[in-house]
């Protein structure tokens, strides 16, 4: 499955389209909301998500890491990291 994420902006909140896979996470909390027990939260329950989904958030992430025309490279060991912790081999397929 493909997946081609799409950045948007709602009422001044980040919001990332799925449509390939037909999910919107619209749940992206302000950086001063989140903590480590909500990442790691996270992390587990996309752990659980079947491969196709898993792609596709990774794929959000990429494009968002993306945006600004340019992968830095902490942000690609941000993504080898979260690839490994939800089970995916690779994550910039």
Do not use: W, Y
């Amino acid at each position: 499955m493909a997946c081609t994420p799409r950045i948007e902006n709602e009422n001044g909140r980040p919001r990332v389209a799925l449509p390939d896979c037909g999910h919107i996470l619209t749940c992206i909390p302000p950086l001063t909301e989140c903590n480590l027990a909500q990442i790691d939260h996270a992390l587990v329950r996309i752990a659980q998500a079947a491969t196709p989904l898993k792609r596709c958030i990774c794929a959000a992430l990429t494009a968002a890491a993306a945006a600004d025309g340019r992968l830095q490279r902490r942000e690609a060991e941000l993504l080898r990291a979260f690839a490994d912790a939800v089970g995916l081999s690779r994550p910039l397929d």
